[in-house]
């Protein structure tokens, strides 16, 4: 009986193959390369800054954007430039874990996964998405952890493209 | 039909030990790290001979051992009362035996490991069993009379202490948050706090007698930024929220160890001296 059903598995799966195996060769080009750096440059204003303990059980995050956004002061602003890869930051309220300015990058220009900012010291912040230069929004997270590198926070930081 | 059925078989069998497979564990899990806990060593799960160990065939070869399994752990330190020597454990490491070849030992691991939660839970427990006399029965060749290395995760557990940190673990240049549960309070007069009633007497400790408070304990309420702020739909809950190298005061070239802490109300005063105080390590350097 085993044997049986063996034998049709494969039988379906050498149909596949080979009927895969006729599709025409794709023809023509796919295009210049995404350009990932413009779509990250500009100025980001921050919305949201949250706080995540990775050893807690249920991963609880809280909201401390009330520490960043305070009514009639200028949010935090991160300004990205593409032609000198320098970077500033501009803050009046809140801890500014980025530094005041640097250079910046991202870890592979084809698939970017991190941002870089190489300020007084070099970050390395987790990108939750790609950034497209018809994206609005833009999320960074910021992992900390002690010396021997035993991670104890999350900083999640919410960027709207500034108008 | 039937290799479907053999198909979810294995897959239930897999399950199964994953779920119920281990050897050593802790219950309950998640742990506070300031409670109690049992840590379990099952046996009867063990394999004998992965490093030349036999504990589980000379058990069951020698019943009349049974009652004679010692605990032996080095991380995330070694145990404060000590293992004793291979040859003579300590007694503090005997372990109960509760069925069968199903062994326990109850601790509070802080206090059991004088090490701090982090250090507890950023290393988990490795141990393992051994005879009293870890080299009897070494004679019958089959290997020594403990069982292999055990590496035992600890979770931690969500707090439901009076006190309660967020995150467990901080830096100074982190945002600390300490939530204070008022209706968990001991002390007859602090109970029943209004929301405006809750401070806190914060210090910053830099050695053994040097510490740096925002406040004396007399003059904490009038310091509004020692103010918690009342949680909004939970009774009796209150939180402050503070990064401590922007909060305290320390001249340069000190370093902030721990944070002291105790709660104030308007108008009272600890009598005598002040209380014990609480602390909470900064050890996440």
């Known amino acids: 009986m085993i044997n049986k059903y063996f034998t049709k598995i494969i039988v379906f799966i050498s149909a596949v193959v080979l009927i895969n195996s006729c599709k025409p060769n794709i023809e023509g080009e796919i295009g210049a390369s995404r350009d990932v750096f413009s779509g990250m440059a500009g100025e980001w204003e921050l919305t949201q800054f949250i706080q995540q303990d990775p050893n807690n059980p249920i991963l609880e995050e809280r909201d401390l954007s009330e520490f960043y956004i305070v009514d009639g002061i200028e949010p935090m602003k991160l300004n990205l430039n593409a032609t000198d890869f320098t970077y500033t930051v501009d803050i009046t309220q809140g801890r500014n874990f980025f530094g005041n300015e640097g250079t910046w990058g991202v870890d592979n220009v084809d698939a970017p996964s991190h941002l870089l900012l190489y300020g007084t010291d070099t970050l390395s912040l987790n990108l939750s998405s790609m950034i497209f230069p018809y994206s609005t929004n833009m999320s960074l997270e910021y992992n900390r952890a002690c010396s021997d590198g035993f991670k104890h926070a999350i900083y999640k930081f919410k960027f709207k493209r500034a108008e | 039909m039937k290799m479907i059925k053999i198909v979810f078989a294995f897959l239930l069998a897999s399950g199964s030990i994953n779920a119920f497979g281990q050897a050593a564990f802790v219950l309950p899990s998640p742990t506070n790290a300031n409670d109690s806990m049992t840590l379990y060593i099952d046996m009867n799960q063990s394999v004998n001979g992965t490093n030349n160990n036999a504990l589980k065939a000379h058990l069951q070869s020698h019943p009349?051992?049974?009652?004679?399994?010692?605990?032996?752990t080095w991380m995330p330190a070694g145990p404060a009362c000590g293992n004793g020597e291979w040859n003579n454990s300590n007694n503090c490491?005997?372990?109960?035996?509760?069925?069968g070849l199903l062994y326990s030992i109850k601790i509070k691991p802080l206090d059991f490991y004088g090490v701090s939660a982090l250090q507890l839970f950023q290393?988990?427990?490795f141990c393992l069993a051994k005879l009293k006399d870890g080299k009897e029965y070494e004679t019958e060749g089959i290997g020594e009379s403990k069982s292999e290395d055990f590496i035992i995760d600890i979770v931690p557990a969500l707090c439901e202490a009076v006190y309660c940190f967020f995150p467990e673990a901080?830096?100074?240049?982190?945002?600390?948050?300490?939530t204070y549960d008022n209706t968990q309070e001991a002390n007859v007069d602090l109970q029943n706090m209004g929301p405006n009633d809750c401070y806190i007497y914060l210090s910053a400790k830099t050695g053994p007698f040097t510490s740096y408070p925002i406040a004396p304990q007399a003059e904490v309420t009038s310091h509004p930024e020692l103010q918690l702020k009342p949680l909004p739909g939970i009774d009796g809950g209150f939180r402050i929220t503070i990064i401590p190298?922007?909060?305290?005061?320390?001249?340069?070239?000190?370093?902030?160890?721990?944070i002291v802490y105790y709660i104030?109300?308007?108008?009272?005063?600890?009598?005598?001296?002040?209380?014990?105080?609480l602390h909470f390590p900064l050890d996440c350097e």
Do not use: C, H
């Not at chain 2, 009349?64 to 032996?72: G, H, M, T």
């Not at chain 2, 901080?170 to 300490?178: E, H, N, V």
């Not at chain 2, 104030?264 to 105080?277: S, T, W």
């Open chain 2, 123 to 125: 290393n988990g427990i």
């Open chain 2, 93 to 99: 490491m005997l372990m109960t035996r509760v069925q």
């Open chain 2, 245 to 258: 190298s922007e909060f305290f005061s320390v001249p340069e070239g000190e370093t902030i160890l721990s």
């Open chain 2, 64 to 72: 009349e051992a049974a009652d004679s399994v010692y605990l032996w």
């Open chain 2, 264 to 277: 104030i109300r308007p108008g009272y005063l600890y009598p005598g001296a002040p209380p014990n105080f």
């Open chain 2, 170 to 178: 901080a830096k100074i240049d982190d945002f600390l948050s300490i």
